[in-house]
């Protein structure tokens, strides 16, 4: 399962930013870049702070709703 960070938001961004380590992490929770857990899905979220929460994503697709006849 692939693994992605959040850390705490603050001015400048950690490395590359684009959440695949530690010292890149995501920039907050609004810097969180769904398309990537989508296309990585399932997958692991580190959200790193005062306290470690992890989160495991599973996507699925949307199913078309029909109305009932």
């Not at 398309?35 to 899905?41: E, I, N, T």
Request: neutral net charge.
């Amino acid at each position: 399962m692939r693994r992605f960070y959040v850390r705490p938001e603050r001015e400048a961004r950690y490395g590359a930013g684009d959440g695949t380590s530690y010292e890149d992490a995501w920039n907050g929770p609004n810097a969180v870049d769904w398309q990537a857990l989508a296309q990585a899905a399932p997958a692991m979220v580190l959200v790193c702070g005062e306290r470690l929460i992890v989160l495991e994503v599973h996507w699925s697709e949307r199913a078309t709703l029909k109305k009932a006849a």
